[in-house]
């Protein structure tokens, strides 16, 4: 008996759900930490290089928050690994063999890379050599996209498989570890997705800059930091659009089908439209209340104004993915990459006009845009991950076959379980972050708190080179005295 047949459709829809959440409330801390690690390693060797206190200041203001923000994204995925293994053995058995050594090969490569360096990092700026503390800041940052890179290969893999063989028992056997890891796909999601990390960190470090400029335009802190953004907004945006541009070229090389629910294609044809708004109507194979640009479609898929491009009448009908989410999602991200990309031009035009720091309406408008790029990564995600759908591994896993044979009943306590605990913790760890944004940055910024660890009873341990202090009871209560 197949997992399929053993599992219900609504525990089938539970178990996405539930993935579904637990992903996309994880994937933001990832990006999050990808962007600013890269971000406070840049300030460092500015400051090294410049000796100016404002990027010293920005670097422990950042700093803070990073710490903050590096320890929810290891901990909102643990989830995870209970997730697949529980809900998802046919996926856990068929994928298995491939993708268990490439999550490895992340712990062993990134995480530990991170995890040697990020103490230094956090703590060493007053313990250790200006050289020395920059090298441990550069070799998180790098761990980052290490653990980056590992998993969009493992991801890309799942969208356009490569390299294995089917064994007796239906498992994904390797055969060619150089095609799973650089499969088609993966340089294409590899660049759109770092740039998407450190645009998103951009605008949130625009915003806060924004912010505290509003309140006091002369913060040599908050200038630094919004001039940064501002640059990073309009010099990376290009580049992601052109990037974005190649991913979907390659999506329609290797997905197709995914490409039609993108664009709301339901007819094959050259000279497709570009589907501006519409209603995907699954049923009827067409868009209701359709506004449509002849031929704009193929211009942009193909670079012809009369290129071919498939619709989804081209496949069977059981092999469509989730169109209606999928187009929606799609013109989300779309939409709010446009935004940012003009707001990007406008400060261009304001600091050629030598009023970025004085311009309060484009303050408010980059506070508005601080979350822009998180945005546009929670629909990028959903966009790719729908129209994958109806499969695991696309082509020849599906997601009906990927279940475990769980009960309903099961799932849906599980569900809440989730969902609640998530909205507790990580609901408190957000608004804490919000908070330390909230506190404006100055020059004589401090360092994360590196207070020594105290013990109730015997010797406290005290910093490298100093005294530590044994505890001695004596009447009227316990004092600490010098050790000997």
């Not at 700093?63 to 923000?69: A, E, H």
């Not at 070229?249 to 050259?270: H, S, V, W």
């Not at 989300?332 to 400060?347: K, Q, R, T, Y």
């Not at 010797?459 to 490298?464: D, M, R």
Request: glycine share 10%.
């Amino acid at each position: 008996m197949s997992a399929a047949a053993a599992a219900p459709a609504l525990a089938v829809l539970l178990a996405r759900g539930q993935f579904g959440f637990t992903i996309a409330f994880h994937i933001l801390f990832p990006a999050f930490s990808i962007g600013l690690a890269s971000y406070l390693a840049v300030l460092e060797v500015l400051w090294l290089i410049t000796g100016r206190e404002a990027y010293m200041a920005a670097f422990r203001y950042w700093l803070k928050i990073f710490s903050v923000g590096f320890a929810m994204g290891v901990v909102s995925g643990l989830v995870m690994a209970y997730e697949i293994g529980a809900n998802w053995s046919g996926y856990s058995f068929k994928a298995g063999p491939i993708l268990g050594p490439l999550l490895a090969w992340e712990t062993l490569t990134a995480f530990f890379l991170e995890a040697g360096f990020l103490g230094i990092m956090i703590f060493g700026l007053e313990r250790v050599g200006k050289k020395l503390h920059m090298f441990a800041t550069s070799m998180v940052a790098i761990g980052t996209l290490i653990s980056a890179t590992w998993i969009l290969m493992a991801n890309s893999w799942m969208q356009t498989p490569v390299g294995f063989a089917i064994g007796k028992n239906g498992e994904f056997v390797p055969t060619d570890w150089l095609a799973i890891c650089f499969n088609p796909s993966f340089p294409f999601r590899w660049v759109h997705m770092v740039i998407a990390a450190y645009m998103s960190v951009a605008f949130v470090v625009g915003a806060v800059g924004a912010f505290h400029l509003l309140r006091d335009r002369r913060n040599e802190v908050a200038r630094l930091m919004f001039s940064m953004a501002m640059w990073m907004a309009a010099l990376g945006m290009p580049v992601q659009i052109l990037a974005g541009d190649a991913q979907g070229r390659n999506t329609l090389e290797y997905q197709p089908a995914k490409i039609a629910a993108m664009e709301g294609d339901f007819t094959t044809q050259a000279g497709q439209p570009l589907v501006l708004f519409g209603l995907p109507n699954v049923a009827k194979a067409r868009n209701d209340y359709e506004i449509a640009i002849p031929k704009i479609g193929s211009m942009i898929l193909t670079h012809s104004l009369d290129g071919s491009v498939k619709g989804l009448d081209a496949f069977p009908k059981k092999d469509w993915p989730a169109v209606f989410v999928t187009f929606w999602a799609f013109r989300v991200m779309v939409g709010m990459g446009m935004l940012m990309f003009l707001l990007g031009l406008v400060s261009l035009w304001l600091r050629f006009r030598r009023r970025l720091f004085d311009t309060p309406l484009f303050h408010r408008a980059a506070m508005v845009m601080g979350p822009a790029g998180f945005i546009c990564i929670l629909a990028g995600w959903t966009t790719t991950e729908t129209g994958r759908q109806p499969w695991t591994v696309y082509g020849v896993l599906r997601t009906a076959d990927s279940v475990a044979p769980v009960t309903v009943h099961m799932l849906l306590f599980s569900c809440i379980l989730i969902v609640a605990i998530y909205t507790v913790v990580f609901g408190a760890g957000i608004r804490y972050l919000l908070a330390m944004m909230a506190n404006p940055p100055s020059l004589s910024e401090a360092p994360p708190a590196n207070d020594p660890p105290q013990r109730t009873q015997g010797i406290t341990p005290g910093p490298a080179g100093g005294e530590g202090k044994r505890h001695e009871t004596r009447p009227g209560g316990t004092f600490g005295v010098p050790a000997e």
